[in-house]
């Protein structure tokens, strides 16, 4: 039987048993912070206190990667955004930081192209560093260019990409790089799922995200902004949310 505990009415908690030594804090101690009440979405819906980062109508929010200062051009529709392959890589209006992204995304159902070539796009946190978006149903590349990948650097622990035409989830928990300075003090950290399924866990990047080519960290400011790629191919995404840390 365990011994019944008496709890201090007065804040729910203990302060006779042992401190912690990070926090100051008593072990269940009732004075500590109460978590902030969040409302979950239903299914993948933003919860209460996510960013959500495409409106489901139109771009605003979203601007021209090659130019800031011009509109993204992307289609809309029915809650998509669609890529409209040759009007360039779009990005957030905002920059962030440390995050959780959720976002979604679908490949197009008439099959077009071979490897890199199918379903191309790419989600690029703080516009550098890129988990690859790809349609890898039935279609093999090169593991560290496979959906889900830290482009470059590191496959994803599976390919869990659905059929063309059907939905698939990202879920990523992003750290961003810290310098001080010129100077990298913490590389990125990113954790990857896709369809609910981990794809990275707690992964350190090396630098940003390259083409045949080896890469190393270069400073830049603490929060940049999420850049989606347009790769050629018709790739749609929708229910953009984000969540800071
Ligand atoms: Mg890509």
């Not at 006779?16 to 969040?38: A, I, K, N």
């Not at 008439?110 to 039935?138: A, C, P």
């Not at 990409?161 to 310098?179: H, K, M, S, V």
């Not at 790629?229 to 969540?243: A, C, I, K, P, T």
Request: overall charge negative; proline content about 9%; charged content about 20%.
């Amino acid at each position: 039987m365990e011994p019944v505990r008496q709890l201090e009415n007065e804040h729910l908690g203990y302060s006779d048993t042992p401190v912690l030594e990070d926090s100051g804090y008593h072990v269940h101690d009732g004075t500590r912070p109460q978590p902030p009440v969040v409302t979950p979405g239903e299914g993948t819906a933003a919860p209460s206190d996510a960013k959500v980062i495409f409106n489901g109508s139109d771009m605003s929010g979203w601007v021209s990667a090659n130019d800031p200062s011009k509109p993204a051009e992307w289609k809309v529709e029915n809650g998509i955004m669609e890529v409209v392959p040759g009007t360039g890589d779009i990005q957030t209006a905002d920059g962030f930081g440390s995050m959780q992204l959720h976002l979604e995304f679908v490949s197009p159902e008439v099959i077009k192209g071979e490897g890199q070539g199918r379903g191309n796009s790419g989600v690029f946190l703080m516009t550098l560093y890129e988990i690859q978006v790809l349609d890898n149903y039935n279609n093999p590349t090169y593991p560290d260019g496979t959906v889900g990948g830290i482009y470059g650097q590191y496959p994803p622990r599976a390919n869990a990409i659905r059929q063309p035409g059907a939905w698939n989830t990202y879920d990523i928990l992003w750290e961003a790089p810290e310098f001080n300075g010129e100077k990298l003090v913490k590389p990125a950290f990113v954790t990857v799922l896709l369809n609910n399924i981990l794809l990275h866990h707690h992964k350190e990047l090396q630098g940003p995200t390259r083409h045949k080519e080896l890469t190393q960290y270069k400073a830049h400011a603490p929060r940049l902004p999420l850049k989606l790629q347009d790769h050629g191919d018709l790739v749609r995404f929708r229910n953009l949310w984000v969540r800071e840390l």
